[in-house]
Nanobody, 129 residues
């Protein structure tokens, strides 16, 4: 069973920055798509960003483009989400998600990000105005 552990959430003022980290216990078959989605109570999950295992391409929701950056750590099983110029509407629980089905991290299948096979316990991000 793949385990995902997130860290780095917290409370920040609007315009501030946070860096989320996620470490996966393993990658199915050595490769996997990995990314982040977020959820506000009472609302649907929203895909935030993912990074492709095949070529390292990254994809973002329109709401975070230009402000958030996803990257891999030196250890392949670690991924980061650098969040800059945070806005109150970014307030949510952020989940790291992983799926062994290659190709899911793409412009075509980005909408599947909130339904990846594995997800972490989530980390709260709160942005005050």
């Amino acid at each position: 069973e793949v385990q995902l552990v997130e860290s780095g959430g917290g409370l920040v003022q609007a315009g501030g920055s946070l860096r989320l980290s996620c470490t996966a216990s393993e990658f199915p078959f050595g490769v996997a798509e990995i990314g982040w989605f977020r959820q506000v109570p009472g609302k649907e999950r929203e895909g935030v960003s993912c990074i492709s295992s095949s070529d390292g391409s990254s994809y973002y929701a329109d709401s975070v483009k230009g402000r958030f950056t996803i990257s891999r750590g030196n250890a392949k099983n670690t991924v980061y989400l650098q969040m800059n110029n945070l806005k109150p509407e970014d307030t949510a629980v952020y989940y790291c998600a992983l799926d062994g089905r290659l190709g899911y991290c793409s412009s075509t299948y980005f909408y599947l990000l909130p339904n990846y096979l594995y997800r972490g316990q989530g980390t709260q991000v709160t942005v005050s105005s």
